[in-house]
């Protein structure tokens, strides 16, 4: 509840207004002490006080109750000043104003509701000269201050017919004044006693009436009075203007469009509306630097703004396009740095191996450097999951001193969601590159486009056809976005796109970026970046410190060898997850434990681990190892052939695709043609049915690289011969008897060193892939390079 405030002019019409009318009798009131020094001073709040004028005061609080009270009972006069500030309810010296009204008060009336009503009036106005008491109220001893005359008494005498006119055509159209207000000033004599009348009754601002109070000068406080007056009349008559205007009989959406018609004439007379819009945003764009085309369509963009109308759905998607228009970084970049050595260190520091991204991104800089400017290139970062690819992104960002923005477009079915919508749509909104641009405040970040081989066609369009533009560098330098409407440069954004594979790529996209291949870590890789980056995370992940967990070389070697079988290192760190979370455990029950985690150990936190003996597996004829190649890295699979009695008939299982079928086809046909090389009898393939499977049947499985495994099982079950143990071979097969060579071999011989494979078969035409492996991955591989079929069946079965 506020502390004072005074009544609305309405409300204390009939009170005060008739006491002024018949103007008190001097004598009817108290007699006061001529001699007073020191007044009682009562902060009010709302209202300013006049001279001469009788005005009704409510107290809330006790301490002003006491004070009007007390001057009652000692018939002193009290001062009375505004507050600077109306929401303050406990004023101090600084939040009073110094200049005031000297008050007699008249009646006091007690409100039911505990408050006090106090009827006063002017007498003089005064300045404090300072404070002599501030409890149990304020108390100061003041300056009396008189009003100067105007030497001009016929201009001030017709200032306040003008007044005084004014006055009643105010009372006249405004509703909210009854006309008794007429009466009261037809009735005043004195021009001094009008003036001050009209100054508290008046709708100012009480900051606005503490100025007039505070000028000594009459003709000047008359001047500026009739101006504020004249103000109030015009929004007083724009206001009845617009009520007549839509004032007719209404019905709901004539009463809303009223309503908004208020609204809008208000915001354009008082500076609302689409102005205060257009000013914000060239506020916005006062220091943003951009080309003249650029410039010319934001103009043409802002007078469409300015010429609808502000109720209209269209006036909110123009004011929504052109704050994201503004809010677009067009020629702002990042500086970045060209400091190789310590580029090569952060990349170092964060990713162990990647030789082959590290150089490019190292090549890239150095181009940068010495040119200064160049068109940044499409990289694909293509390799099984759990490599790194991801956060290769970020390391690169940060050694270029770039913004990061990683962009997952897995799933992504809509070509909108790259280009962007037209505005015209309800909810339109600009494209992921542009929005992603928007967020990272400068045109020149690195975004990392994962997962692009995962994104999907729907019924919205192809959103990698979209992005055919997005990574081109010849044509970026002005990519169209529906919603932008116009061109943005590109050309400097550093795309790095992460793949796990390139099947699923369209061929033009691929044709726009540079495909690095990133292939499995070798285990000694794997042991490495255990130690340097994933046993330090998951320690801090657990809340453990260094002390808490210790882990050998040795160990780390079997939880790689025994609980994993990946080319990434995700599930290497899962696992140390779960060692660490065992360690967690036994410090959270304080329980004694060996820090020292052994390989038993291991096996007890982590369970059985898987088999590695390959041999027994393949201790039986017609049981061959292959190698391939899928978008998780490469893997080991075993083919199976066994004989039984029939007319020579080949069935196949193991959802096998056209082509592996096609490979057993022409695997068989070349048995029956070369049967007296390889040491078969012709009754033997014609009495004898012959069944290839390859085991887990719910995976599918196609491509080439089976054949020469293919071959090579069905020879050993018609021989009856075992194939060599720890040994796996790849490669394509024809009629003819030669062996291709196929892809991935990278891959294939990491996981054939994965799974404890000794000797490995490849076409010849394979050697110069091997030759571009690190020797360090192959030492513990013999590498056999065949040509024909025939080299194969010597190699592989056991003499």
């Not at 292939?519 to 808490?548: D, F, P, R, V, W």
């Amino acid at each position: 509840m506020k502390e004072f405030e005074d009544l609305d002019f309405s409300d204390i019409l009939d009170d005060g207004f008739s006491i002024v009318a018949e103007e008190i009798d001097e004598r009817e009131l108290p007699p006061n002490d001529e001699n007073q020094t020191i007044f009682p001073i009562l902060p009010v709040r709302n209202m300013v006080m006049f001279p001469k004028v009788v005005i009704p005061i409510t107290a809330g609080r006790q301490i002003s109750k006491n004070l009007l009270e007390t001057a009652q009972s000692n018939n002193e006069l009290i001062g009375i000043i505004s507050q600077k500030n109306s929401d303050i309810d406990n004023p101090v010296q600084k939040d009073l104003y110094t200049v005031g009204t000297i008050a007699k008060i008249i009646k006091i009336i007690k409100l039911p509701e505990g408050n006090i009503t106090a009827i006063t009036r002017g007498i003089g106005r005064f300045k404090i000269k300072n404070y002599t008491a501030t409890k149990p109220y304020f108390q100061a001893q003041i300056t009396n201050l008189k009003d100067t005359n105007s030497r001009n008494k016929e201009e001030f005498e017709a200032l306040i017919d003008n007044i005084k006119d004014l006055a009643l055509k105010i009372i006249e159209i405004d509703p909210n004044i009854p006309n008794a207000a007429t009466f009261a000033i037809r009735n005043m004599n004195h021009n001094e006693d009008l003036l001050n009348f009209i100054c508290t009754n008046a709708n100012f601002a009480s900051s606005v009436k503490q100025g007039l109070l505070e000028e000594k000068n009459l003709l000047q406080r008359a001047h500026k009075c009739y101006e504020l007056m004249h103000e109030d009349f015009r929004k007083l008559e724009l206001k009845n203007a617009i009520h007549q205007k839509t004032s007719k009989d209404l019905d709901k959406q004539q009463k809303e469009y009223f309503l908004n018609q208020q609204i809008r004439t208000i915001q354009e007379e008082l500076g609302g509306g689409p102005e205060s819009d257009v000013e914000e945003l060239l506020l916005k764009t006062k220091n943003t630097k951009w080309s003249d085309e650029v410039e010319n369509h934001f103009q043409k963009e802002l007078n469409r703004l300015q010429r609808q109308n502000p109720n209209s759905p269209d006036y909110n998607v123009q004011r929504n396009y052109l704050d994201f228009f503004t809010d677009l970084p067009w020629e702002n970049y990042t500086k970045d740095v060209f400091d190789i050595i310590k580029a090569e260190k952060v990349l170092e520091k964060d990713h162990f191996g990647l030789e082959d991204i590290k150089k490019r991104i190292l090549e890239h800089m150095a181009v940068l450097k010495l040119k200064n400017n160049m068109k940044s290139p499409i990289l694909c970062l293509v390799g099984p999951p759990g490599v790194g690819k991801t956060s290769l992104g970020k390391s690169i960002a940060d050694a270029l001193g770039r913004k990061y923005i990683r962009l997952s477009l897995g799933g992504l079915h809509d070509e909108s969601e790259i280009r962007g919508h037209r505005k015209t749509y309800i909810g339109a909104m600009a494209g992921r590159i542009l929005q992603s641009i928007k967020k990272a405040g400068t045109s020149n970040p690195v975004i990392v486009l994962d997962e692009i081989d995962k994104i999907g066609t729907g019924a919205h369009g192809d959103p990698s056809s979209a992005l055919l533009e997005v990574l081109d560098p010849e044509q970026n330098n002005n990519f169209y976005d529906n919603f932008l409407e116009m061109g943005y440069d590109l050309s400097k954004v550093m795309f790095i796109a992460t793949a796990n594979s390139l099947s699923t790529i369209q061929t033009p996209l691929l044709d726009r970026m540079e495909i690095i291949q990133i292939a499995g870590y070798t285990l000694e890789e794997k042991i490495e970046i255990a130690k340097q980056h994933l046993i330090k995370k998951q320690l801090k992940e657990n809340g453990l410190t260094a002390k808490s967990l210790k882990l050998g070389v040795a160990e780390l070697k079997h939880i790689i060898d025994a609980h994993t079988s990946e080319s990434g290192v995700r599930s290497l760190e899962k696992k140390l997850a779960a060692i660490c979370r065992w360690v967690a455990l036994q410090t959270a029950m304080e329980k004694d434990y060996n820090a020292k985690i052994t390989v038993e150990k291991v096996d007890e936190i982590l369970g059985i681990p898987r088999p590695k003996n390959l041999s027994e597996i393949t201790d039986v004829p017609g049981v061959v190892t292959g190698l391939a190649w899928t978008s998780v890295g490469g893997d080991i699979l075993f083919i199976e052939s066994i004989l039984s009695e029939g007319k020579g008939n080949l069935t196949m299982t193991g959802n096998l695709g056209n082509v592996m079928k096609e490979s057993a086809t022409i695997a068989l046909e070349y048995i029956k043609a070369k049967h007296d090389e390889l040491g078969i009898s012709s009754e033997q393939i014609q009495k004898n049915n012959i069944h290839i499977h390859v085991p887990e049947g719910a995976t599918p499985k196609d491509g080439p690289s089976a054949g020469i495994a293919m071959l090579t099982s069905i020879v050993s079950s018609l021989k009856n011969k075992k194939i060599k143990s720890h040994l796996a071979m790849t490669g394509e097969i024809t009629l003819r008897g030669k062996v291709l060579p196929v892809g991935g071999i990278k891959e294939k011989l990491l996981a054939a060193n994965r799974a404890g494979i000794t000797e490995v078969i490849l076409c010849e035409a394979n050697r110069k892939d091997v030759e571009e492996i690190k020797k360090d991955y192959l030492k513990n591989l013999k590498i056999n390079y065949i040509e024909r079929m025939s080299e194969v069946i010597e190699l592989a079965l056991e003499k």
